[in-house]
T-cell receptor
Framework: DAGITQSPRHKVTETGTPVTLRCHQTENHRYMYWYRQDPGHGLRLIHYSYGVKDTDKGEVSDGYSVSRSKTEDFLLTLESATSSQTSVYFC?????????????FGPGTRLTVL | AQKVTQAQTEISVVEKEDVTLDCVYETRDTTYYLFWYKQPPSGELVFLIRRNSFDEQNEISGRYSWNFQKSTSSFNFTITASQVVDSAVYFCALSEALTDSWGKLQFGAGTQVVVTP
């Protein structure tokens, strides 16, 4: 299994508070992604990174920001959490092309915004 | 824009029955990748298969098989002789082909498979 960890694994917070989720990889992969999972929508891409300090928006980026100062860490920040951001958040990394494997996902973070 | 449709929200079968999950996709890219992932009740996402757009060969892996038909933009997944452990949500996904990676995944809404003894 790819070495991907997410922290925290569970978080309950209140509307209006800032929240930062961390994704850490030990694989030295270039590409990292943040998705959110909601019933009826599958997983949707929030932001992704194609290298240190190189990030771009995904399908549902409003209300989220990201940072990647090191290859191994990709942070997702909710500047002011809202109830609509209650979701399960997954981080993923991409294997280099030519590998027999593919995108690996972290274990997920369950975020509840009250 | 890319789109993946999994029209079946939930499928219930009795153990040992076969079950087929439908996946229809839309893309303007000529080179792309298709994936299936399994999400068991424990919540993790488990990679099952990746198929590139140039390879239309069907694939079999144990009780799992996949039927890729470019002409109908479909990538269907069949579980033969289902078992209770197959109970999970299954996601189909589509990715653009970047030069050195698999790209961003566009997921379908998922199909819940319930296998009863």
């Amino acid at each position: 299994d790819a070495g991907i960890t997410q922290s925290p694994r569970h978080k309950v917070t209140e509307t209006g508070t800032p929240v930062t989720l961390r994704c850490h990889q030990t694989e030295n992969h270039r590409y990292m992604y943040w998705y959110r999972q909601d019933p009826g929508h599958g997983l949707r891409l929030i932001h992704y990174s194609y290298g240190v300090k190189d990030t771009d928006k995904g399908e549902v980026s409003d209300g989220y920001s990201v940072s990647r100062s090191k290859t191994e860490d990709f942070l997702l920040t909710l500047e002011s959490a809202t109830s609509s951001q209650t979701s399960v958040y997954f981080c993923a990394i991409s294997e280099p092309k030519g590998s027999t494997d593919t995108q690996y996902f972290g274990p997920g973070t369950r975020l509840t915004v009250l | 824009a890319q789109k993946v449709t999994q029209a079946q929200t939930e499928i219930s079968v009795v153990e040992k029955e076969d079950v087929t999950l439908d996946c229809v996709y839309e893309t303007r890219d000529t080179t792309y990748y298709l994936f299936w992932y399994k999400q068991p009740p424990s919540g993790e996402l488990v990679f099952l298969i990746r198929r590139n757009s140039f390879d239309e060969q069907n694939e079999i892996s144990g009780r799992y098989s996949w039927n890729f038909q470019k002409s109908t933009s479909s990538f269907n997944f069949t579980i033969t002789a289902s078992q209770v452990v197959d109970s999970a949500v299954y996601f189909c996904a589509l990715s653009e082909a970047l030069t050195d990676s698999w790209g961003k995944l566009q997921f379908g809404a998922g199909t819940q498979v319930v296998v009863t003894p």
